[in-house]
């Protein structure tokens, strides 16, 4: 693996820590009783709504808890499986998975509930970053070829 690649995975597995950060203060807030102020910046901007709507759980599982699962395997395919020839693939597909996962709870977010969540926010702009990152890994691969 080039040393331009390496960065690439130091830079997924980092970003892939912070996905999982802001998914585990997520998944706390979604069980927690009492509203949190640190995101509620009024009628728009709201993670307490948003944590606790009927689209923060799919099959009785917390978005928030998917989040952070999701970031593990992220992490996990950036770090131990990075000497598998195959593993520039796989963690194209698996943040491609991620990314569409993100897009369909801000669709959610801007046309059903009309509320934004700066953490979930946070999460869409740090699952693209790791599928740009992700492709330019392919690429490279594809090139060497």
């Known amino acids: ?4 690649g390496g960065r690439i995975l130091l830079a997924v597995a ?20 009492s509203p949190s102020s640190f995101c ?7 993670c307490d709504m948003v944590n606790r709507s009927i689209y923060s759980v799919v ?3 917390p ?4 989040g952070i699962l999701g970031y593990a395997v992220l992490l996990i395919l950036a770090t131990f499986y990075r000497a ?3 593993y520039p693939v796989m963690l194209l597909i698996a943040s491609l998975a991620g990314l569409g996962f993100a897009l369909y709870l801000t669709y959610v977010e801007a046309f059903v509930l ?3 969540c700066i953490l ?3 999460s869409l702009a740090l699952i693209a970053a790791i599928t740009v990152l992700s492709s330019l890994l392919v690429a490279q691969r594809m090139h060497k070829i």
């Open 1 to 4: 693996m080039s040393s331009r």
């Open 14 to 33: 980092l970003l892939s820590v912070g996905g999982a950060v802001v998914s585990s203060i997520s998944f706390h807030h979604h069980y927690s009783a």
């Open 40 to 46: 509620d910046f009024g009628a728009n901007f709201n």
């Open 59 to 61: 099959f009785g599982i």
């Open 63 to 66: 978005v928030a808890l998917i």
């Open 84 to 86: 598998r020839a195959e």
């Open 114 to 116: 009309a509320v934004w």
């Open 120 to 122: 979930c926010l946070s």
